[in-house]
């Protein structure tokens, strides 16, 4: 079945600086790729939309200078928290849509903690 | 606006209990439903799914029916068992949009107690 891998699982950075989060799609093509954020015991927070060779689609309130998305490939995307700081500190979580019908693969999850 | 609303948790039963967590949405069109589940420090796994009225996704022993005239999609088990413990979300894909984002409830917790 459709798998994404997301890397790294657990990041720790000091404030100020900037860390990339990659999510890969293993054995399918993606066009599109989101990024969410989790809360503790909360749901998930659409953050942008990632279309492969195009700019990114945010959502309302989400800092696009903040949160920098390459989607380079069909296979890869990537988040980069610019200038991290410790209320950055999240759950971030990939995900690709195969199709509309079939649903969505997610990836793992990245746990950042800003310090 | 598209919505999915879910029963509020946390959820507490006793192993071997019946499972029901309540699922209703809003939305144009005919979307397609899913249900997520999140076991602790991970990513969303799909549970189920269904894509048109009446049908019925079943996986693990867990189902949901798509119900056009009550726009629900309640999440059902017969037997739960401690390893179901987790987050479980209701989504919708919209026909309407740009592009085919996920529109997730809140997430209701269960717990499920030997």
């Known amino acids: 079945g459709a798998v994404v891998s997301q890397h790294p699982s657990r990041v720790i950075c000091k404030s100020g600086t900037s860390v990339k989060i990659e999510c890969r799609s293993l054995d399918f093509q993606a066009t599109t790729m989101f990024w969410y954020r989790q809360f503790p015991k909360q749901s998930l927070m659409l953050m942008a939309t990632?279309?492969?060779?195009?700019?990114?689609?945010?959502e309302q309130g989400v800092e696009k200078d903040k949160f920098l998305i390459n989607h380079a490939s069909l296979t890869l995307s990537t988040l980069t928290v610019t200038s991290a700081h410790p209320e950055d500190s999240s759950f971030y979580i990939c995900?690709?849509?195969?199709?509309?019908?079939?649903?969505?693969?997610f990836g793992s999850g990245t746990r950042l903690t800003v310090v | 606006g598209d919505s999915v609303t879910q029963m509020e948790g946390p959820v507490t039963l006793s192993e071997e209990a019946f499972l029901t967590i309540n699922c209703t949405y809003t939305a144009t069109g005919y979307p397609s439903l899913f249900w997520y589940v999140q076991y602790p420090g991970e990513g969303l796994q799909l549970l189920l799914k269904a894509t048109k009225a009446d049908d019925k996704g079943s996986n693990k022993g867990f189902e949901a029916t798509y119900r056009k005239e009550t726009t629900s999609f309640h999440l059902e088990k017969g037997s739960v068992q401690v390893s179901d413990s987790a987050v479980y979300f209701c989504a919708l894909n919209p026909l309407s949009g740009g592009y085919n984002k996920l529109i997730f409830g809140a997430g209701t917790r269960l717990a499920v107690h030997p």
């Open positions: 990632s279309n492969e060779g195009s700019k990114a689609t945010y």
């Open positions: 995900s690709a849509s195969v199709d509309r019908d079939y649903g969505y693969t």
